[in-house]
């Protein structure tokens, strides 16, 4: 059988000495794997026809027995060339496709997921590695998946969450508790301060990266809240991926 779809390019590998395994985040079939077969060979007609980070046209024979399809033929749609040129952003976007390979549990379609990376690749091409790209980038991986924290009711027993000096965030638990619940609570529990919380909400309700630029933390604001998310994380998804660490050291040379 043979699928036409529009896909993004998040992982290339060698196969053999001419071959490559390409994953792929589908518009229409989520993530996928596909042989392409001579792709290394001097002549190959695919030479050129993909790269990571672009967005092409697939057209490929289903193999269902092992998940590996078999490319037939592949066209770029959007190429996204400024990530040649621009290796902050390139770290940043290694990142993204690889938390999506990571959080993709069993291949599950989520459409989400390609609006998501697709629009996040663009904001990366448009306004460079940007801070507020990345942590929205990450809240709404969470979003998509069911996970994203809860901070505007307390997260055992539901009341509404009222101004304080700090709050306290059961990572286990997965969001704000209320100081009654945190004496009882034998989670570990981590006191964030209003401005992490003000920001957390506020990426959280932002609807594109473009706009998520429009909230600017300080230095001090960015490193608490990339501590909270990257536990977060990796406590909810199951993944430590070492590529965030190197995405965030690159990204902020
Ligand atoms: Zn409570």
Known sequence: MIEKTEAICIK???????SHIVSWLTDTHGLIQTVIKGAQRPKSWFIGQYDLFQTCEILFYTRSYNNLHIMKECTPLTQRDGFRTNWRSAALASYFCDLI???SFGNTHMPEYYKLLSTSLDALISHGPDTSIMSWY??????TNGLAPTLNNCTS???TITDKPNYTFSIQQGGIICS???NKTNSNI???TPDILA????WQRTISPAAARNIKPTRKQTLAFRSLIGIFITYHLDINPVSRRAAIEISTV
Do not use: A, D, Q
């Open 12 to 18: 290339i590998s060698s196969f053999s000495k001419t």
């Open 138 to 143: 990450e809240l709404n991986i969470l979003l």
């Open 101 to 103: 390979y990571r959080s």
């Open 157 to 159: 027993c539901g009341i």
């Open 190 to 192: 981590i006191s964030i």
């Open 180 to 182: 009654n619940c945190s």
């Open 199 to 202: 920001l957390l909400r506020n």
